[in-house]
């Protein structure tokens, strides 16, 4: 069986059931992915942006502490995590975030089309 996501240091029940929601269902689907993925993943399935998330996800991925987080690094992060919010947003056409279309298309919830945000 496969380790759950909770396995990795910092990550709780909580950020599991996040990724279980996205798709992610264990901690080397999570590193495989890289923090950057799995937090688009975990935006388009409706998580609410928030920096701490981003970068206690970060962290834990390097196997750090999750307050290691400072200065330069910490401003890096934060451009970093203010991108993957805005590629989240909803285009102002009303279609869905590319991200979202793409995961909904993937696993058979939406079909590609001229429409679909999707290119």
Known sequence: MAAPVSSIRNLGPAFEAECTRAGILSADGLRALGADAAYARLLAAG????FI?????VMA???RPWNDCKGAE???LRARFDALKAQ???PEDGSLPHELAVF???HGMRKQGPDSGIS
């Open 61 to 63: 991925l390097q196997g």
């Open 88 to 90: 989240s947003a909803a």
């Open 47 to 50: 998580t609410r942006p928030h």
């Open 104 to 106: 909904l298309e993937t």
């Open 53 to 57: 998330g981003y970068y206690v996800l």
């Open 74 to 76: 910490k401003a890096a």
